[in-house]
């Protein structure tokens, strides 16, 4: 059981300019894809246009997609013209890489170790699967330490910070939490490993999960990429209260898109809970 914390002082916001052109009154982004969206510039991309809502679908490198519909004040999504890397598409190796383990035994050990393996994101995401759909599973054991994937169903707040977990146990997480079993309401991850392979996969959580409401991933290495994910997964989650993503590597304009994001979800109400 994790030792509740109070919640910090809410950031103040930044201000930034936006780049806007003017757009003809004909042309509309329906049924862009993501990935490309998130490649043009600001320059192929107007405000008006985008504030007519832009309709979307998520390919996140295999994973089913996820429709999101943007608005003006969602600006966070569209890349600088002057900021080269400006694209969220994160590159992984296929999720049908060969795994030193077999499907049975993910499906149905009660412990399972890992502690030789080389998982990457893309491999990690194939073995959330099948551990997904073993119940008796109770830990995992890595190279210096455990996850205690059990707890996920059996406890509602989990304080597992400063653990060395690695983008291969965040994705795992996020797969189990995406579960109807899985009770967590409150998941502190502070002070790990975790990238933009592991902030992608909870964000992709957030949009259907309904349970957390409180993830506090301070002190990551999350960078312009994780910020957008969790952009989209604000947007499409009505649960969370509290998101802690201070001390990682995040852009300040890419923080204002949060802020901005959060503040206009009706179900917040403001700033109060965002961390940055």
């Known amino acids: 059981m994790s030792k509740r914390k109070e919640p910090d002082a809410a950031p103040t916001g930044l201000s930034r300019a936006a780049g806007k ?116 599973l109770a830990v995992i054991q890595f190279d210096g330490h455990e996850l205690p994937i059990g707890e996920l169903t059996e406890e509602d707040e989990l304080e597992w910070d400063s653990e060395e977990y690695t983008d291969v146990e965040a994705i795992i997480i996020a797969t189990l939490l995406e579960k109807d079993s899985c009770t967590v309401k409150r998941l502190d991850l502070a002070r790990n490993q975790i990238t933009d ?20 991933l301070e002190s990551n290495m999350i960078s312009e990429k994780g910020g957008a994910f969790f952009g989209l997964a604000v947007k499409a989650n009505s649960t969370l209260q509290y998101l802690n993503l201070q001390y990682n590597s995040i ?26």
């Not at 383990?101 to 009660?110: H, M």
């Not at 392979?197 to 506090?216: D, P, R, V, W």
């Not at 304009?253 to 809970?273: A, E, N, P, V």
Request: charge should be negative; charged fraction near 30%; proline fraction near 1%.
């Open 21 to 136: 052109r003017k757009v003809g009154d004909e042309e509309t982004f329906d049924n862009v894809e993501l990935e490309d969206l998130f490649n043009m510039s600001s320059e192929d991309l107007g405000y008006e246009g985008l504030a007519r809502g832009v309709g979307m679908e998520a390919e996140e490198d295999g994973i089913e997609a996820d429709t999101v519909g943007l608005s003006a004040s969602e600006i966070a999504f569209l890349p600088q013209a002057d900021r080269a890397d400006s694209e969220i598409h994160l590159d992984t190796d296929t999720e049908d890489d060969d795994v030193d383990i077999s499907e049975e035994e993910l499906r149905t050990a009660e412990r399972l170790d890992f502690s030789n393996l080389e998982l990457t994101a893309g491999k990690a995401r194939w073995v959330a699967r099948m551990i997904a759909e073993n119940d008796s």
């Open 197 to 216: 392979h592991g902030a992608k996969a909870l964000a992709k959580m957030l949009q259907t999960n309904s349970t957390l409401e409180y993830l506090n």
């Open 251 to 276: 852009p300040t304009t890419r923080q204002q898109d949060l802020r901005d994001i959060w503040q206009t979800t009706s179900c917040r109400g403001g700033q109060l809970g965002l961390h940055l």
